[in-house]
């Protein structure tokens, strides 16, 4: 089976994505977990300075899944780079950067020193739900618009733009990305949700509201995969959201994914993506695929 994907103009060796926020910088999780069965491994959301994040509780389990309000905390990218850019290349993996910033100038200063040091591809994080009295920029056509086109201008390397699904209209959102230059859309990210701890009486995470993910996330993100696949059907597509199996690969590709990332599940098993391709390659197998891009779409064309 040849299991190669492609993003736009981005070949993949398989159609798995490792999920930034889930596998750290990259080069702690490649210790720990075998790297081959991805295609690309997203590392977490660096700003242009550090930040420091939320203070303790931040994660919390649900009965499926989790919340988590990390804050994003990061070192910021002029140290990122200082640590990184040494190590992109001995990972055995693409590595791809994830910009987060408060406004425009820093997501184009963080693209940049991404850029410089080596990352295959830059992931704009439009949509992390989980930073203190900031509005989502992937809410705001206009604010979206300008972050991927001042990006997509700076930058060389391949632009993904990762999009929440709290989003009224996700399609739109997608498509003035897509204008602006993002060579594919990342769907999706976190849905904003909450926990009390019922003994204590007080939420279970110090923000109160945070990022829910797991397996219930699915049919959220698939909705979402679907909306854009069918209001933009030449717009590649990242589909990811509650991925445990070879099965759930299959979904999302058929509901017009182009490849697909794995997240919590590395959280329960780091090393989770080894049989989740062995899965989907069995899969494939028994019902005669011979390549990942022959599933894209398929599961809606008669809507």
């Known amino acids: 089976m040849n299991l190669t994907a492609s993003l736009g103009d981005v070949t993949l060796r398989t ?12 080069v702690e999780w490649a210790e720990v977990a075998d790297v081959t069965p991805y295609g690309a491994a997203t590392a977490k959301s660096v700003a242009p300075v550090a930040w420091p994040g939320r203070p303790a509780p931040r994660m919390t389990p649900t009965e499926a899944g989790m919340i988590n ?10 140290a990122w780079v ?30 940049k020193g991404l850029e410089e040091a080596g990352v295959a591809a ?42 929440s699904p709290n989003s009224v209209d996700i399609a ?7 204008r602006a ?30 990022g829910y993910s797991g397996v219930a996330l699915k049919p959220i993100s698939l909705r979402c995969v679907i909306e854009v696949h069918q209001a933009h059907p030449e717009l590649p597509i990242l589909g990811l959201g509650g991925v445990r199996s070879g099965a759930d690969v299959v979904e999302y590709l058929m509901a017009g994914a182009s490849a697909v990332g794995i997240g919590t599940a590395h959280f329960e098993t ?34």
Do not use: Y
Request: proline residues 6%; aromatic residues 4%; charged residues 20%.
């Open 15 to 26: 159609p798995l994505v490792a999920a930034s926020g889930t596998v750290g910088s990259v």
């Open 69 to 78: 309000g990390i804050g994003i905390q990061n070192p910021g990218i002029e």
């Open 82 to 111: 200082e640590e990184m850019a040494p190590k992109l290349g001995t990972i055995g993996v693409p590595v791809w950067g994830s910009a987060v910033s408060h406004n425009v100038e820093g997501f184009v200063a963080v693209a």
């Open 122 to 163: 830059v992931e704009v994080n439009l949509s992390c739900p989980n930073l203190e009295g900031q509005g989502m920029f992937a809410l705001d056509p206009v604010a979206s618009r300008d972050v991927i086109s001042a990006v997509s201008e700076t930058v060389d390397v391949p632009v993904g733009a990762k999009l």
């Open 172 to 178: 739109e959102i997608a498509g003035v990305v897509a």
């Open 181 to 210: 230059g993002a060579d594919w859309v990342t769907l999706t990210n976190t849905v904003w949700g909450a926990a009390i701890d019922i003994e204590a009486r007080r939420p279970k995470i110090t923000g109160v509201v945070g």
């Open 270 to 303: 780091p090393k989770a993506g080894k049989r989740v391709l062995s899965e989907f390659v069995r899969w494939c197998d028994r019902h005669g695929v011979a390549s990942p891009a022959e599933l894209v779409g398929v599961g809606i064309e008669e809507i």
